[in-house]
Structures are given as structure tokens and as C-alpha cells.
């Protein structure tokens, strides 16, 4: 399978007048095409810097990063849906296309094409407010889709939503992505959601960030995110991404946290 991003040696550091933070150190990392990737790690682990750095917003201070596709086939999708609410759910799908200037007639129909495969087509007029968390969610997502990217950077997508939302909208997000064929990387602080999501699961240390671990997963592809969540390795699978977020580095470990 073909790598779609690696990273070699990737550091960053952030500096401003009162010192400099080191986020990123050293960083080796590679993501398959096709694959859903995830990436796990402890608060303030430099996991949305490293986001930055995939999608070509940050340039890294060390290193390299090396992209199968340009900076402009990367989608992002953010913790929250930012719908503007002065817009229908057509004109907000519509914005990317708005934006980068490439709102032909063959988009504007692939990205509605998109609403009414998703069983959102009956809602293009609604304005976002009229819709559930759930629903717009799968809005924003097809607004990133809109724009036919190869590759998806996830940061915390479902976060906002509560517990039953989530797991029924992750599974959507899932089921869209793979039936889109696009790469997708996830960035969450919840190990239960990686699993049931990813293909491969990587344990970022804490700050500055390094890959501690990466995990196949051993589930199989074509159970749901519910079956996987169900499934007698999934326990035994969370102990061991578990195990390697317990003690993140020698300082914590020494303060038993």
C-alpha cells in the first residue's frame, strides 16, 4: 500500500519573548493511503500542532515532510461543525468551493449529489439550527468532502456531541469516509474511539511530542464501530494503548501520574 504522508525527524518548536516550547521532537511517522490513522496522546501533547504541520499551516522547524498530494487535496475537519447560521445547509456545503474559488456547476451538483446520498437532501434549505448535532456534523463533513480532497485530518470531530450522538455520528463518519475512498487521520483523547474507528492507532508522549507507539489493530474492517466496541480484543487491545499513555515520560512516572 502506498504511503500518502511521512514524516523524517519532524520538530517544532514555538518561540515568543518570554522563551521558546518545544511541541515536536524528532517525529517519524508514515500513513498509508486508504488508511484510517489515528492519533492518541495526553493534553498539551503538541497533537494539534502536529495537525498543522500535516496540513502544510505550520512548516516544521527540523525535518521533513514528504506528501504523496498538494497541501490543497487536504480537508480539515474541526471540533465544531461552524455552520453559519445565516446560511442554508446548500450555501454552507457550498463555502469551501466559495472560498477557493472553484465553484463550477459539476461541483455544485457532486456536493448536493453528496447531501442526498446522506440522507440530507431534504434539508438543503433548513438552516443549521433546525438540524440535530448529529445532522451537522455529517454537514460539515460533506462541505470538506465538497471539495474532494484526498486526504481528511480529523481533530476531535465529535467532541461536542454526547456520548449516544457520538458513537452514532462517528459511525457515520466512518462509513462516509470509506465509502468516499479518502485517507483519513484522527486526533482524539479517547482510546475507545480510536479503536473502534482506526486502522492503526499511534501514543504520542507528552510535550514535547514524540511517537511512543503505533498499534494495528487487529479488528476487522468490515465490522462497525458498535461490533468492534463489542469485540473480545477490544478490551485487551485499549490495556495495551492504555499502558502507554499511563506514564507518559520519566517525570510523570516518578510522580505516579
Known amino acids: 500500500m502506498n504511503e500518502i504522508l511521512v514524516l523524517k525527524g519532524v520538530s517544532h518548536r514555538y518561540h515568543s519573548k518570554s522563551g521558546e516550547t518545544e511541541a515536536i521532537r524528532s517525529m517519524d511517522l508514515s500513513v498509508r493511503e486508504g488508511e484510517f490513522f489515528g492519533i492518541v ?101 460533506i462541505r470538506t468532502l465538497a471539495l474532494r480532497p484526498k486526504l481528511i485530518l480529523l481533530d476531535e470531530p465529535f467532541s461536542a456531541l454526547d456520548f449516544q450522538t457520538r458513537l452514532t455520528v462517528a459511525e457515520d463518519v466512518r462509513e462516509i469516509i470509506a465509502e468516499e475512498k479518502v485517507t483519513a487521520i484522527l486526533v482524539t483523547h479517547d482510546i475507545s474511539e480510536a479503536i473502534a474507528l482506526c486502522d492503526r492507532v499511534a501514543v504520542l508522549s507528552a510535550r514535547p511530542a514524540t511517537v511512543k507507539k503505533i498499534f494495528d489493530n487487529p479488528l476487522e474492517k468490515n465490522l462497525s464501530s458498535i461490533e468492534r466496541r463489542e469485540h473480545p480484543s477490544f478490551a485487551e487491545l485499549f490495556k495495551e494503548v492504555w499502558k502507554e499513555l499511563e506514564f507518559t515520560d520519566e517525570k510523570d512516572a516518578k510522580k505516579g501520574k
Open 41 to 141: 496522546g495526553p493534553s498539551g501533547s503538541g497533537k494539534t500542532t502536529l495537525l498543522s504541520i500535516l496540513a502544510g499551516i505550520l512548516q516544521p522547524s527540523a525535518g521533513v515532510v514528504e506528501r504523496g498530494i498538494s497541501p490543497s487535496e487536504i480537508g480539515y475537519m474541526l471540533q465544531r461543525d461552524h455552520l453559519f447560521e445565516w446560511r442554508t445547509i446548500e450555501e454552507n456545503v457550498l463555502l469551501g468551493l466559495e472560498i477557493r474559488k472553484i465553484k463550477s456547476a459539476e461541483r455544485v451538483d457532486y456536493a448536493l449529489s453528496l447531501l442526498k446520498k446522506y440522507s440530507l437532501g431534504e434539508f438543503v434549505k433548513k438552516k443549521p439550527s433546525e438540524l440535530s448535532g448529529g445532522m451537522r456534523q455529517r454537514v460539515a463533513l
